[in-house]
C-alpha cells in the first residue's frame, strides 16, 4: 500500500524557517517523480514544487521561488522542503504528492501537515 | 500563473448528473492533454478522480467521466450519490515556468 507521510508543520514567526519531511512507503521511491502542494485554510491547492526522481529536475511555483528548496534522499525514502522566508500568505496545509505514472498528475497523497506563520 | 477558472458551487439531486467547467488558456488546458480532476471531503486529503482529460485510476466509478473543448476541461457526474458531496478541483500542466496549476475548486452538494 501506498504511503506518504508528511511531518515538521508548526507555527513559525514571519521570517522564519522551517523543514518539512515526507516519508514514503509502498513503492519504489527512487522511480518516481514527487510534488509539493499546498491549500491555505478555506482556499483552493495550490502546486508548489516538483523534483524529478533523480533530484536533478526542479521547479517552483513563483510564490515560493527563491525562499523554498525542495530535496529528497533515496536511499531514506523521504521528500524534503526547506522552507526559509516565511510569510503569513504562506499558512496552509502542505501536501506532498506522488506524480502519477502517465504523468501530469498526482495519484498518491499524504494526510498534510500544517503551518502557520504568525507572530 | 493564473489559477484555472471553475465555478465556486454546483448542486443536484441524487441520481440527477451534473458538470463541472474548468476554463484555461492555450497556454494550460487547452494546449495539453494533462487535464486532472481530484476529490476533496473535508478534512481529507485529495484523491485523484480522471488523468490524461478522460481516464479514470482504477477504483473510481464510472459515473465519474472527463472532457475537453478548446480551453476548458469538464468533469460530469452521472447518477449523483450522496457520497459524491465534497470539493472538486481540476488542474493541468501548463507552458509557464511553474509547470502545474490547479483550478480554483468547486463545492458539490447533494441535495
Known amino acids: 500500500e501506498v504511503q506518504l507521510v508528511e511531518s515538521g508543520g508548526g507555527l513559525v514567526q514571519p521570517g522564519g524557517s522551517l523543514r518539512l519531511s515526507c516519508a514514503a512507503s509502498?513503492?519504489?521511491?527512487?522511480?518516481?517523480?514527487m510534488h509539493w502542494v499546498r491549500q491555505a485554510p478555506g482556499k483552493g491547492l495550490e502546486w508548489v514544487s516538483y523534483?524529478?526522481?533523480?533530484?536533478?529536475?526542479?521547479y517552483y511555483a513563483d510564490s515560493v521561488r527563491g525562499r523554498f528548496t525542495i530535496s529528497r534522499d533515496n536511499a531514506k525514502n523521504s521528500l524534503y522542503l526547506q522552507m526559509n522566508s516565511l510569510r503569513a500568505e504562506d499558512t496552509a496545509v502542505y501536501y506532498c504528492?506522488?506524480?502519477?505514472?502517465?504523468?501530469?498528475?498526482?495519484?498518491?497523497w499524504g494526510q498534510g501537515t500544517l503551518v502557520t506563520v504568525s507572530s | 500563473q493564473s489559477a484555472l477558472t471553475q465555478p465556486a458551487s454546483v448542486s443536484g439531486s441524487p441520481g440527477q448528473s451534473i458538470t463541472i467547467s474548468c476554463t484555461g488558456t492555450?497556454?494550460?488546458?487547452?494546449?495539453?492533454?494533462?487535464v486532472s480532476w481530484y476529490q476533496q471531503h473535508p478534512g481529507k486529503a485529495p484523491k485523484l478522480m480522471i488523468y490524461?482529460?478522460?481516464n479514470r485510476p482504477s477504483g473510481v466509478p464510472d459515473r465519474f467521466s472527463g472532457s475537453k473543448s478548446g480551453n476548458s476541461a469538464s468533469l460530469t457526474i452521472s447518477g449523483l450519490q450522496a457520497e459524491d458531496e465534497a470539493d472538486y478541483s481540476c488542474?493541468?500542466?501548463?507552458?509557464?515556468?511553474?509547470?502545474?496549476?490547479f483550478g480554483t475548486g468547486t463545492k458539490v452538494t447533494v441535495l
Open positions: 504528492a506522488r506524480e502519477g505514472g502517465n504523468g501530469y498528475n498526482f495519484d498518491y
Open positions: 509502498g513503492f519504489t521511491f527512487s522511480s518516481y517523480e
Open positions: 523534483i524529478d526522481s533523480s533530484g536533478n529536475t526542479i
Open positions: 492555450s497556454s494550460d488546458v487547452g494546449g495539453y492533454n494533462h
Open positions: 490524461g482529460v478522460s
Open positions: 488542474s493541468s500542466y501548463t507552458s509557464s515556468r511553474s509547470p502545474y496549476v
